[in-house]
C-alpha cells in the first residue's frame, strides 16, 4: 500500500478560535502551532502547508507562570551597532500585548519559508473581538 502524500491542492483548510483568557502562555502557543503545521490531521505532511487558520482572542490577558513577568526579557536588533533593545514581560504586555503570543507561535514553527507561510495564517487580537466571523471558525478549547 502506497504512502499518502497531500498535496497543495488536496489540503482544505478551517478555521479555529482560541481564546487564551486566563490561560498560560506557552500552553496556547502550543495548541496553535499544532493547528498550523496541521499535525493534528491525518493527512500531515512535514513538507506541505496543510495546516488551519487560527485566531487567538484575548492574548492581553494571558498569563505568565512563576517570575517570568519579571524575569522574562524581550529582546529586538535595529541592525545597526548598539541596536539591541530590551524589554520586561511586563512592559511589553502594557505596550504590545499581541506581541508576546505572536512571539510564542513563531518560536514554535519551522524556521522556513514553510514555518513563514504557516505563521500567516495566525491572526492574534488583544481583545475579545476579531473580524473573521464570515469564515464561521470553530471554538478551541485549550485543555
Known amino acids: 500500500m502506497p504512502t499518502y502524500v497531500a498535496t497543495p ?3 482544505t483548510s478551517r478555521w479555529h478560535v482560541i481564546d487564551a483568557d486566563g490561560q498560560v502562555l506557552g500552553r496556547v502557543a502550543s495548541h496553535a502551532a499544532r493547528l498550523l503545521q496541521g499535525k493534528h490531521k491525518a493527512t500531515y505532511t512535514p513538507f506541505i502547508d496543510t495546516g ?27 541592525g545597526y551597532a548598539g541596536g539591541l533593545r530590551e524589554e520586561r514581560a511586563k512592559v511589553v504586555r502594557e505596550r504590545q500585548p499581541v506581541r508576546m503570543m505572536e512571539e510564542a507561535v513563531r518560536g514554535m514553527l519551522p524556521k ?18 476579531h473580524p473573521h466571523q464570515a469564515q464561521q471558525p470553530t ?3 485549550v485543555a
Open 9 to 11: 491542492k488536496s489540503v
Open 112 to 129: 522556513s519559508k514553510l514555518g513563514d507561510a504557516m505563521f500567516r495564517k495566525a491572526k492574534v487580537y488583544a481583545g475579545a473581538t
Open 52 to 78: 488551519d487558520h487560527v485566531v487567538i482572542i484575548n492574548a492581553a490577558k494571558i498569563k505568565l507562570t512563576g517570575r517570568k513577568e519579571d524575569q522574562k526579557i524581550y529582546r529586538r536588533h535595529s
Open 139 to 141: 471554538q478551541f478549547e
